[in-house]
């Protein structure tokens, strides 16, 4: 009964350093997005994707990259962190025909 | 272009007082309407929904209803609880999107 999984949970980051969030469903879900939430802003879709080996930018994309290689995980990537980018990140999913999303437990990230 | 527009918060409210929490959207057609909840240190959880024009969303002795007049989908409790103290997000979206548009949220606290 996992869903939307999400690691990892915490992390901070020096300037410059790279790192990948893994974000993992087990509900066979089509669609996956990554939002980012800063306070007083709600949440921000950076990238989402409608399928394996698909991806679409969403409003707030530029630092990010992302891949979705299995139909089950999709990847955010920080090429070189800047301090803009601490933040909450959640991961969610949806079917293709179904409305509900279903959104992980969030990545608490600060770039130092 | 499409967007959900909520109350300002934080809301603070005594345990049983009446509880709203306004909702506008703006869309270019019929979207469905969302409200998601998101207690401290979590995810967000789906609350209630509506698809279509004069359904009523209920759960958990929250209620809102599809008002496409006023395009609103205003989130109301009779008697809130401790328990209740949560960010509250308006969302929306229309079928042919892929995307699901969400408002900056509402912190609501509810004190004794």
């Known amino acids: 009964n996992a869903g939307v999984t999400q690691t990892p949970k915490f992390r901070v980051l020096k300037t410059g350093q790279s790192m990948t969030l893994l974000c993992a469903q087990d509900m066979n879900h089509e669609y996956m997005y990554w939002y980012r939430q800063d306070p007083g802003m709600g949440l921000r879709l950076i990238h989402y994707?409608?399928?394996?080996?698909?991806?679409a930018k969403g409003e707030v994309p530029d630092g990010y990259n992302v891949s979705r290689l299995k139909k089950q995980n999709f990847l955010l990537g920080l090429e070189s962190a800047a301090p803009s980018q601490t933040s909450v990140y959640f991961c969610?999913?949806?079917?293709?025909?179904?409305?509900?999303?279903?959104f992980g437990e969030g990545s608490w990230l600060t770039v130092v | 272009g499409d967007s959900v527009t909520q109350m300002e918060g934080p809301v603070t409210l005594s345990e049983e007082a009446f509880l709203t929490i306004n909702c506008t959207y703006t869309a270019t057609g019929y979207p469905s309407l969302f409200w998601y909840v998101q207690y401290p240190g979590e995810g967000l959880q789906l609350l209630l929904k509506a698809t279509k024009a004069d359904d009523k969303g209920s759960n958990k002795g929250f209620e809102a209803t599809y008002r496409k007049e006023t395009t609103s989908f205003h989130l109301e409790k009779g008697s809130v609880q401790v328990s209740d103290s949560a960010v509250y997000f308006c969302a929306l979206r229309l079928p042919s999107y892929d995307k699901v548009i969400f408002g900056p949220g509402t912190s609501l606290s509810v004190i004794p």
């Open positions: 994707s409608v399928g394996e080996g698909t991806t």
């Open positions: 969610a999913s949806r079917q293709s025909s179904g409305n509900t999303i279903y």
